[in-house]
């Protein structure tokens, strides 16, 4: 009688859903683009070191909570750089983010860096279209800096950066855009923090498309894996049995 139940118990165990925490959003950008700042601004505590000069030289992960029930890690990242290898290490921290804040500066002079690095996450993407791209949310920071939307009112902060959003839709094709002001006194923060709410269930949704692929992935390089230990033992086996034969 207890046989079935067992036989059931095993199926279930083998079966089990993955755990989908914890949900990774990535902070990303050029050196003083403010993602210091903004890992800051979200925590609403000050725990990232933040300055004109790079503070960040390594990923920084801090835990937090958008929805009750899930884990979730802000990962603020080092500047990106123009060189390959360091375009090639962000791309890898991209492709293993569920939700992406795209740092930009709102008077940044050169936006060169940005667009090499989102034109290669886009081509990642194209290359394995079996993978869900994580959504990218743009926050243009420190629009203080800019006469025109400085004293800008936060219902119609949207309204009035419209041309600051459409240049960096040229170098970045996101998914959401927030402007942001960080100093006193702060501008679109709490649509931020609307956005980010926004997108996360499709965070979760990315999160377990990458842990489903991943699994197919390591099963595949098993499998090849296996298939060339195997090859290998009968190409031994068949030497051995000539060796044999010859003696």
Same mark, same amino acid.
């Given at each position: ?70 884990? =979730? !890690? /802000? ?5 990106? #750089?123009? $060189?390959?290898? &360091? ?53 243009? =920071? !420190? /629009? ?5 939307? #400085?004293? $800008?009112?936060? &219902? ?92």
């Amino acid at each position: 009688d207890e046989l079935p139940v067992y036989q059931d118990k095993q199926r279930d165990l083998k079966n089990l859903a993955d755990v989908v925490g914890p949900i990774r959003i990535m902070i990303i950008g050029q050196t003083s683009s403010g993602k210091s700042s903004l890992t800051n601004a979200v925590l609403e505590e000050f725990r990232a070191e933040a300055g004109l000069v790079p503070t960040t030289t390594e990923e920084r992960v801090y835990k937090f909570s958008v929805a009750e029930g899930f884990d =979730t !890690h /802000i990962i603020d990242t080092p500047g990106i #750089a123009a $060189a390959p290898g &360091e375009l090639n290490n962000a791309l890898d921290r991209l492709t293993k983010a569920d939700l992406v804040i795209w740092v930009m500066r709102a008077n940044q002079p050169a936006r060169n860096i940005d667009q090499a690095l989102f034109d290669r996450f886009e081509s990642f993407f194209e290359e394995y279209p079996q993978r869900q791209r994580p959504a990218v949310l743009v926050a243009a =920071t !420190h /629009i203080d800096r800019i006469a025109s939307f #400085a004293d $800008a009112d936060e &219902e119609k902060l949207a309204e009035v950066t419209t041309p600051l959003a459409n240049a960096c839709r040229k170098v970045v094709r996101y998914d959401g855009f927030c402007p942001l002001a960080l100093s006193n006194p702060e501008q679109g923060l709490a649509g931020f923090r609307t956005a980010l709410a926004e997108y996360y269930e499709r965070a979760i949704n990315t999160r377990l498309n990458r842990l489903r692929t991943n699994k197919s992935s390591l099963f595949d390089s098993a499998s090849k894996e296996l298939s060339s230990l195997k090859a290998g033992t009968m190409a031994a086996v068949k030497l051995m049995v000539q060796n044999q034969k010859g003696s």
